[in-house]
């Protein structure tokens, strides 16, 4: 760290298990974010937000310095670097070249008759209730339902699926050592014909085996034999709002939410495309356009780093995504 650089734009983040402690031009502890939150995801948009709002004069141009163990300052870190904020653990500083001291905060609760200053309760934050502030309740509505359909519940039961499959194919052939003529009757054929799946007046192309199911949101899942990648779907009407004022919105929600960020190239007339870290490990690369009134979402939802072949399906998906209308 530069030794002339504004300690005001620095900004430790201390996490145990009882509480974390933002320490920036103003000191703030959460209780209701410990170390357990933020490993599970949940926690993770709301340090973010809390250390933009203590630094948002400053924000984006601020250092985070992170003091936790070594999952929680992975989480946190990642989070922040794709947000394009400088984040890094404590552990790395260099000896000589430390960051100004600063005054160490207890984490345990005050005693009776303490009192501490900026020191936040639990609080509904979520991009839920911003999004219901907009004053065109039916853009709320589209962009609503991206906010919701974005979570992942899989069972520790759930068998990993094997990623490199390059490897696998160079182990599973191996030369025949007498020459034999094959005979079509007995060759084994593969099925990669892309399918037709609909449902709700939706109607796409996915690889074989997939299966297209209502969720309680409007929105449909798309779900075929790779357990790490579900296909979320929606068309909901805009009711006569203009595209560009749907895709000004989506742009604005990604730019507000820390765990989202837009791919460069998308939008301005093309669809937007952005990627979601909800903070359980798994990624969501979303696609969303407007179009004969109807705002389009696909969702690749990959339990880990998509695949290719996760990449492939998902574009198949939004390439061929339709309404036909109620049936």
Partial sequence: MPANYDTDHVVTVTVDDIATV?????????????ATGIIEGWAVPAVVDQIKDLCSEYWPDIEVVITADERTTEMLARTLLNKGIAAYSSSVLHKDDPPQPVESYPLEEPQPGESRAAVYRPQARSGASTLLTLTNAAIAAVVLLVIALSWWAISSALPGATRDTRAADETTVAPSPVATTSDPETEETVDNEPVTVSGGGLEMKTPPNFTLTARPDGAYTAEGPDPDLRIVVAADPVYGVQPQAVEAEVL????????????????????????ELPGDGSQVNWTTWVEKDRQFSVGCHSRGEPTYAHKAACRMAADTLTYQGER
Wanted: glycine share 10%.
């Fill in 22 to 34: 933002i320490d920036g031009p103003d000191t703030v502890y959460r209780y209701d974010l410990p």
């Fill in 252 to 275: 604005r929600m990604v730019e507000e939410d820390p765990t989202l960020t837009l791919v460069e190239g998308t939008g301005e007339g093309k669809p937007v495309e952005y990627i």
